[in-house]
């Protein structure tokens, strides 16, 4: 496919978010400009995005640049949180990097809800405890 019919495609923009059967999700790409090095939002970026192997994401995509550059991108996300780009006609394998703040934020969360849980166990076993004392305070007054 040549750049200038990924051009005439319809814009990504449509085509986010990205759900995968795992859960993991996809809300957006940043594609950029190599010449000139500025950033186009997805409505300015045409292609396809084509899902053939389950838990793979394929993005066929062109973008005109302010400057006049077209660039072509080929990239596959996949469920794990890895993904390829093609360089050169060389694919280029990543990771996915979960920002600094959301793992402090999920760490946070997850702490909380582990002192949650501990606390619900500790008010469980207390009510418990209390009707142990009291099966044995009956029982010792109907058997003594």
Same mark, same amino acid.
């Given at each position: 496919?040549?750049?200038?019919?990924?051009? %005439?495609? *319809?814009?990504?923009? @449509?085509? +986010? #978010? =990205? /759900? $995968?059967? &795992?859960? $993991?999700?996809?809300?957006?790409?940043? +594609?950029?400009? #190599?010449?000139? /090095?500025?950033?186009? *939002? !997805?409505?300015?970026?045409? @292609?396809?995005?084509?899902?053939?192997?389950?838990?793979?994401?394929?993005?066929?995509?062109?973008?005109?640049?302010?400057?006049?550059? =077209?660039?072509?991108?080929?990239?596959?996300?996949?469920?794990?949180?890895?993904? %390829?780009?093609? /360089? &050169?006609?060389?694919?280029?394998?990543?990771?996915?990097?979960? #920002? +600094?703040?959301?793992?402090? =934020?999920? %760490? =946070?969360?997850?702490? !909380?809800?582990?002192?949650?849980?501990?606390?619900?166990? $500790?008010?469980?076993?207390?009510?418990?405890?209390?009707?142990?004392?009291?099966?044995?305070?009956? !029982?010792?007054? &109907?058997? *003594?």
């Amino acid at each position: 496919m040549s750049n200038e019919e990924l051009l %005439s495609a *319809p814009t990504l923009a @449509g085509q +986010f #978010p =990205i /759900n $995968f059967r &795992n859960g $993991f999700r996809i809300n957006t790409l940043l +594609f950029w400009c #190599p010449s000139c /090095n500025s950033s186009a *939002p !997805l409505a300015k970026v045409h @292609g396809y995005i084509s899902r053939i192997v389950e838990g793979v994401a394929d993005v066929t995509a062109a973008m005109r640049c302010s400057c006049g550059k =077209i660039t072509r991108y080929r990239i596959r996300l996949r469920d794990d949180k890895s993904f %390829s780009y093609l /360089n &050169n006609n060389r694919w280029i394998d990543k990771t996915i990097v979960v #920002p +600094f703040r959301k793992r402090i =934020i999920s %760490s =946070i969360r997850l702490k !909380l809800l582990l002192w949650l849980l501990k606390w619900k166990h $500790f008010q469980l076993m207390r009510q418990v405890k209390k009707l142990q004392n009291s099966l044995k305070k009956q !029982l010792t007054r &109907n058997y *003594p």
